[in-house]
Nanobody, 119 residues
C-alpha cells in the first residue's frame, strides 16, 4: 500500500510563512503528478498547486506569487512554501499524488494538516 504523510502546518500571523511537506511511502514504482489542495470550513476542497514529475508547476490565481510548490523525486516528497500568508489561506491542506504500484496507477491522499493564519 501507499501512504502520504503531511507535516508543517500550524498557527502563523498574517504576513508570515510556513512550509508544508508530504512524503509518499510504500510499494511505489513511480510517482507522477503531485498536488496540494485545501479545504476551508464550510467550503469545497480546492486545488492550490500542482507539479509534474518533470517539475512543471501550476497555481490557483489566489496564491500565485506567494506560494511555491516543489518536489524531491528521490524522496517522493512534495513541498509547499507559503509566504505572505493571509487569513483567507486558513484551511486544512491535503497533498495528493498519482502513484504507480504493481497493482495500479491511481491517486492517493494525505490525512491533511491544519494551517491557521490569525493575529
Amino acid at each position: 500500500q501507499v501512504q502520504l504523510v503531511e507535516s508543517g502546518g500550524g498557527l502563523v500571523q498574517p504576513g508570515g510563512s510556513l512550509r508544508l511537506s508530504c512524503a509518499a511511502s510504500g510499494s511505489i514504482l513511480s510517482v507522477y503528478d503531485m498536488a496540494w489542495y485545501r479545504q476551508a470550513p464550510g467550503k469545497q476542497r480546492e486545488l492550490v498547486a500542482t507539479i509534474t514529475s518533470g517539475s512543471t508547476t501550476q497555481y490557483t490565481v489566489s496564491v500565485k506569487g506567494r506560494f511555491t510548490i516543489s518536489r524531491d523525486n528521490a524522496k517522493n516528497t512534495v513541498y509547499l512554501q507559503m509566504n505572505s500568508l493571509e487569513p483567507e489561506d486558513t484551511a486544512v491542506y491535503y497533498c495528493n499524488a498519482v502513484v504507480q504500484t504493481l497493482i495500479s496507477r491511481r491517486g492517493y491522499w494525505g490525512q491533511g494538516t491544519q494551517v491557521t493564519v490569525s493575529s
